[in-house]
Nanobody
Framework: VQLVESGGGLVQAGASLRLSCEISGGTFSVYAMGWFRQAPGKSREFVAAVRWSAGDTYYRDSTRGRFTISREKSKNTVYLQMNSLKPEDTAVYYC?????????????????????WGRGTQVTVPS
């Protein structure tokens, strides 16, 4: 599948943003969708994931309660609603697709579990 992220930008601390990830090429093979982020000079890290069919969600501890992942099947789109943004949320945000079943919940959190990646969208929260 092909993934295209949008919705990034520069916002002040405490503001909100909603990122979108449009999936093309069909979602029949998609098992789960994830959001990851990479800050300058740091490795890419897990943010949130959702199982495409059932909708169960998984979050990084530092974003749980502030970020919400959701999917809209009719639009083949995954969203990441980000509230109460902090300077440490500054990063390039990537969405990713997993095409095969995940048997262990820990695998939702692992970058290597995902098969297809978007090119990312920049989120900047100045300090």
């Amino acid at each position: 599948v092909q993934l295209v992220e949008s919705g990034g930008g520069l916002v002040q601390a405490g503001a909100s943003l909603r990122l979108s990830c449009e999936i093309s090429g069909g979602t029949f093979s998609v098992y789960a969708m994830g959001w990851f982020r990479q800050a300058p000079g740091k490795s890419r890290e897990f943010v949130a994931a959702v199982r495409w069919s059932a909708g169960d969600t998984y979050y990084r501890d530092s974003t749980r309660g502030r970020f919400t992942i959701s999917r809209e099947k009719s639009k083949n789109t995954v969203y990441l609603q980000m509230n109460s943004l902090k300077p440490e949320d500054t990063a390039v945000y990537y969405c990713a697709a997993r095409n095969n079943m995940i048997y262990y919940s820990s695998h939702y959190y692992q970058e290597g579990s995902y098969d297809d990646w978007g090119r990312g969208t920049q989120v900047t929260v100045p300090s």
